[in-house]
């Protein structure tokens, strides 16, 4: 079928719309997206505030980990369960199909051994299989750990 001057015209003007349609909303998804990450780091990271810092690391858990992991206990996703990890042998959740890496780390997850792990993963257990590039604001990683820290029995 061939299109007269005034289709290919009408065509253009739609695709035009579309195009400027859709960069508008991108550029609002970014501007909202930093934003809402400029509301969620809280006015002061102060680390002797226990509350704040499991509020914030909850959030950071909703936002970064909750793709991966579960804080429910025996839920496990792409990653293992985080219920109880702060104190367990490291690649020990029952039901989750650790990499050999993980298996024979052989230590338990202490808050000191979960700040290392959480700046670079494959950097402090080489072979894992979590490809997470990390949590490098060591607020967030102690927040993340606080919020760790309470989900037991």
Not at 22 to 40: D, E, P, W
Not at 127 to 135: E, I, R, S, T
């Amino acid at each position: 079928m061939t299109q007269t001057p005034d289709a290919n015209t009408r065509y253009s003007g739609w695709k035009r719309g579309l195009t400027l349609g859709l960069g508008a909303f991108a550029f609002s998804l970014v501007v909202a997206t930093g934003m809402m990450a400029k509301a969620q780091v809280p006015d002061e990271e102060d680390e002797n505030n226990k509350p704040a810092m499991i509020a914030h690391g909850h959030e950071v858990f909703n936002h970064i980990c909750a793709a991966c992991h579960s804080d429910k206990k025996g839920v496990n996703r792409t990653g293992p369960s985080l219920f109880g990890v702060v104190g367990r042998k490291a690649g020990t959740e029952p039901g989750f199909a650790y990499s050999e890496a993980m298996k024979n780390f052989g230590k338990v997850w202490t808050t000191d051994e979960l700040t290392h792990y959480l700046w670079d993963p494959q950097a402090w257990i080489p072979g894992v299989a979590m490809h997470f590039a990390g949590l490098k604001r060591k607020w967030n990683r102690h927040a993340v750990i606080a919020y760790l820290e309470t989900l037991h029995d």
